[in-house]
Antibody, heavy 117, light 112 residues
Framework: EVHLVESGGGVVRPGGSLRLSCAAS????????MHWVRQAPGKGLVWVSR????????DYADFARGRFTISRDNAESTLYLQMSNLRADDTAVYYC??????????WGQGTLVTVSS | DIVVTQSPLSLTVTPGEPASISCRSS???????????FAWYRQKPGHSPQVLIY???NRASGVPDRFSGSVSGTEFTLKISRVEAEDVGFYYC?????????FGQGTKLEIK
């Protein structure tokens, strides 16, 4: 059974950093593109970043480029999102998602990041 | 960026009645490989999103057949033939033709 479990969220001050993890199980992690999507409290879904199967290609939303870094450890079946210079408007639940054929067929439960002084 | 405009933003439906949600894309989502990179998701309260429809009109595994997706040009429609109480939540469309992937604004479905 496919499982994606995010962790690493928490409260951080503006300008601070945080690393999110997404532990995958139940499938061949290194065969799939993976994504991060976020959802601010009471708001809609926003795509953040993606990585190809081996991490050699990555892509970012404009708000994430230069501040966030997506990476993966296929030996550990884990996806990461390193976030730096965090702002109040980065406050959101961050989900990882598995890309099947352009759609996200599995999502994690999400991890909440709160940026506040 | 591709803009996806979703409507309506809220919907109240009597159980057993049909429901329809639309999304319009600012450009064609037809890839050169012939596939439409467009999906529908439902997010139940307090849960992660769940894919309902992918590649424009394909029902995802485990999704009841009362959910269907259709497309006409850049207009995409999600139809629920008979709404049930468990269908409450937010519905989102998403284009995945090019990054940044973009979602519609979301439709809140409530039961009357």
């Amino acid at each position: 059974e496919v499982h994606l479990v995010e962790s690493g969220g928490g409260v951080v001050r503006p300008g601070g950093s945080l690393r999110l993890s997404c532990a995958a199980s139940g499938f061949s992690f290194d065969n799939y593109w993976m994504h991060w999507v976020r959802q601010a409290p009471g708001k809609g879904l926003v795509w953040v970043s993606r990585s190809n199967e081996d991490g050699s290609f990555t892509d970012y939303a404009d708000f994430a480029r230069g501040r966030f870094t997506i990476s993966r450890d296929n030996a550990e079946s884990t996806l990461y999102l390193q976030m730096s210079n965090l702002r109040a408007d980065d406050t959101a639940v961050y989900y990882c998602g598995r890309d099947l054929s352009g759609e996200f067929d599995f999502w994690g439960q999400g991890t909440l990041v709160t940026v506040s002084s | 960026d591709i803009v996806v405009t979703q409507s309506p933003l809220s919907l109240t439906v009597t159980p057993g009645e049909p429901a329809s949600i639309s999304c319009r894309s600012s450009r064609s989502l037809l890839h050169s490989n012939g596939k439409l990179f467009f999906a529908w998701y439902r997010q139940k309260p307090g849960h992660s999103p769940q894919v309902l429809i992918y590649l424009g009109s394909n029902r995802a595994s485990g999704v009841p057949d009362r959910f269907s997706g259709s497309v006409s040009g850049t207009e995409f429609t999600l139809k629920i033939s008979r709404v049930e109480a468990e269908d409450v939540g937010f519905y989102y469309c998403m284009q995945a033709l090019q990054t940044p992937y973009t979602f519609g604004q979301g439709t809140k479905l409530e039961i009357k």
